[in-house]
T-cell receptor, first 115, second 107 residues
Framework: DTGVSQDPRHKITKRGQNVTFRCDPI?????LYWYRQTLGQGPEFLTY????????KSRLLSDRFSAERPKGSFSTLEIQRTEQGDSAMYLC?????????????FGPGTRLLVL | DAKTTQPPSMDCAEGRAANLPCNHS???????VYWYRQIHSQGPQYIIH???NNETNEMASLIITEDRKSSTLILPHATLRDTAVYYC????????FGAGTRLTVKP
């Protein structure tokens, strides 16, 4: 399977715990995006990387959220001191940008439940 | 995204064309219109995109009005497997999604 993969697919945690999600993009895609999706809503952009550089992070929901893409391949999204309001689906997407053309392909998501 | 609006739900008869509207009246000149769909709890699946011209691929057609304030996704012969939530999005520096239309294809 050469699509975007995410791990884990489901995560249940207790309030106050830290969680980390992993995304493996489509091979050779230079851009990687993180989104959050709550019930009944469309995906909400959080942050993105071009290769290993994080080019936009102002839309991360709070300073408890952070993301890395250390070698320009896979990425991790960490939420520290989780709150019940963090319960959502976290989606990763990747793309290969050439000029102004770019199509993002999404992974299956990680569903987080904070108790 | 409050600036990208879609009807919450629509029904379509199997075999008929499904026409899904999207209003993006504040779209900027360099923003593309994208359509995705999402089935159950899977990730969104890319369908089609366009800037000014109408587009067609193996999945669907996209009609963008001349003033670019709205667009319509057309599934020419809807099947039961097309039942999903369809999202319209604007792509500028980032992708901004509407709240989606839940399409139900009925036999």
């Amino acid at each position: 399977d050469t699509g975007v993969s995410q791990d884990p697919r489901h995560k249940i945690t207790k309030r106050g715990q830290n969680v980390t999600f992993r995304c493996d993009p489509i091979s050779e895609h230079n851009r990687l995006y993180w989104y959050r999706q709550t019930l009944g809503q469309g995906p909400e952009f959080l942050t993105y990387f071009q290769n290993e550089a994080q080019l936009e992070k102002s839309r991360l929901l709070s300073d408890r959220f952070s993301a890395e893409r250390p070698k320009g391949s896979f990425s991790t999204l960490e939420i520290q001191r989780t709150e019940q309001g963090d319960s959502a689906m976290y989606l990763c997407a990747s793309s290969f940008r050439t000029g102004i053309q770019e199509t993002q392909y999404f992974g299956p998501g990680t569903r987080l439940l904070v108790l | 995204d409050a600036k990208t609006t879609q009807p919450p739900s629509m029904d379509c008869a199997e075999g008929r064309a499904a026409n899904l509207p999207c209003n993006h009246s504040t779209i900027s000149g360099n923003e593309y219109v994208y359509w995705y769909r999402q089935i159950h709890s899977q990730g969104p699946q890319y369908i089609i995109h366009g800037l000014k011209n109408n587009e067609t691929n193996e999945m669907a057609s996209l009609i963008i009005t001349e003033d670019r304030k709205s667009s319509t996704l057309i599934l020419p012969h809807a099947t039961l497997r097309d039942t999903a939530v369809y999202y319209c999005a604007r792509r500028g520096l980032d992708m901004r999604f509407g709240a989606g239309t839940r399409l139900t294809v009925k036999p």
